[in-house]
């Protein structure tokens, strides 16, 4: 159950909307609501009410919201920081983005840092349940697990763009057909394997490789098994 929440967001209409939706899913979370990138760092959640029996005397936040339009720099060493202090660690780290930011760049870069969910404007119960429920399982499963679907998200962008379509219910299921597409038409190359790869990197050294810059690598090896044989 989500007892603490930090919420980074610029734009009114967003605070507005999940706060809205917050108060009806959590209506027992304590809530804090920030601007800047930096108080992610020196926001403790129980600061800003009374503490109670049920309060997280931490004072870490268990889930994070945070809207797309701030600098994946910044994000990306404040987000490592608080991952690596178990005082600080957040259970879920939600990106929140409006519908002409949802594009798969913005999602797959979000997760290469280390995000585990993403809630879409406008905001519904229903949405914001399945978001925080999806997150907490991709959560548990670790950082390997939100780098396949990164990687998956960047294949299918790629195969997309030589003409491919996936048309599928939901964004993961696209994904995973993308990837089938992917290792069948490429023998040899595994999604698992180009996971693998970015999680050898510092999170910010993610942003500035493609799957393409990876693929080329592993084919490399490839290459040389065949050659050997």
């Keep these: 159950m989500t007892k603490s929440i930090i919420a980074l967001v610029h734009s009114e209409n967003a605070k507005s909307s999940l706060q809205s939706m917050l108060r009806e899913v959590a209506p027992k979370a304590q809530v804090k609501i920030i601007r800047v990138v930096e108080d992610l760092m020196c926001t403790p959640v129980n600061n800003t009410v009374s503490r109670d029996a049920d309060s997280n005397e931490t004072g870490r936040a268990d889930t994070i919201f945070i809207e797309f339009c701030f600098p994946l720099s910044e994000l990306s060493i404040c987000i490592n920081a608080l991952k690596l202090n178990v005082e600080t660690r957040p259970d879920k780290i939600i990106l929140v983005v409006g519908r002409s930011a949802a594009n798969q760049k913005t999602i797959s870069d979000h997760l290469s840092l280390g995000f ?114």
């Design 116 to 229: 585990s969910g993403i809630l879409s404007m406008p905001f519904s119960v229903d949405n914001l349940n399945e978001v925080l429920e999806i997150s907490g399982e991709l959560n548990m499963k670790g950082s390997i697990a939100r780098l396949k679907v990164a990687t998956g998200l960047q294949i299918k962008s790629l195969l997309e763009s030589k003409g491919a379509k996936f048309e599928e219910s939901s964004i993961l299921k696209a994904v995973k057909k993308a990837c089938k597409k992917f290792e069948k038409d490429n023998p040899g190359q595994n999604v698992d394997d180009i996971a693998e790869e970015y999680a050898k990197m510092e999170p910010h050294e993610r942003l500035s490789k493609s799957v393409t810059d990876i693929y080329k690598g592993v084919s490399g090896r490839v290459k040389k098994l065949v050659e050997r044989k």
